[in-house]
């Protein structure tokens, strides 16, 4: 599997990871863009929101509420946070496995570059 995040959900590559069940795992970003910056990805190989279907619902679902999960768990509740997730070319994306960031620690300008 040449995924790199598929790699990480297997432990084939290590990452520092925040969260983890049967369907998720959530780890700290490499290059984090704020104090607190968690990448949130399906176990199952799935390249981008652009390519979820209906029965993704349920886990596009759990994406979100672990987030929030996060959110608390970093102490980013009261002051704020963001949720992003960078689908294709123009959004930025570069890693083709879906990934829902979690960033927060500073305030953040809207809209993004
Ligand atoms: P995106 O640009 O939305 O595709 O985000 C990909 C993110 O993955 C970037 O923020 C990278 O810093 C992060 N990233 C890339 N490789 C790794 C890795 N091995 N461990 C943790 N985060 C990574
Ligand atoms: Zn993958």
Redesign the pocket.
């Known amino acids: 599997m040449a995924c790199?995040?598929c790699?990480?959900a297997n432990k084939e590559?290590?990452?520092?990871i925040a969260h983890e069940d049967e369907d998720l795992v959530a780890?700290?970003?490499?290059?984090?863009?704020a104090a607190t910056?968690v990448?949130i990805i399906p176990k199952r190989h799935l390249v981008s929101l652009a390519d979820a279907t209906e029965a993704d619902q349920a886990l596009l679902g759990k994406m979100l509420l672990t987030a929030k999960r996060i959110a608390e768990q970093e102490g980013r509740t009261a002051e704020g946070f963001r949720t992003?997730?960078?689908t294709g070319p123009n959004?930025?994306?570069?890693?083709?496995h879906i990934?829902m960031?979690v960033i927060g620690g500073r305030p953040m300008a809207w809209p993004p570059g």
Request: aromatic share 10%.
């Open positions: 790199l995040f790699k990480i590559i290590p990452a520092k780890f700290h970003d490499i290059n984090p863009v910056h990448l992003v997730l960078n959004a930025g994306q570069s890693v083709f990934h960031h």
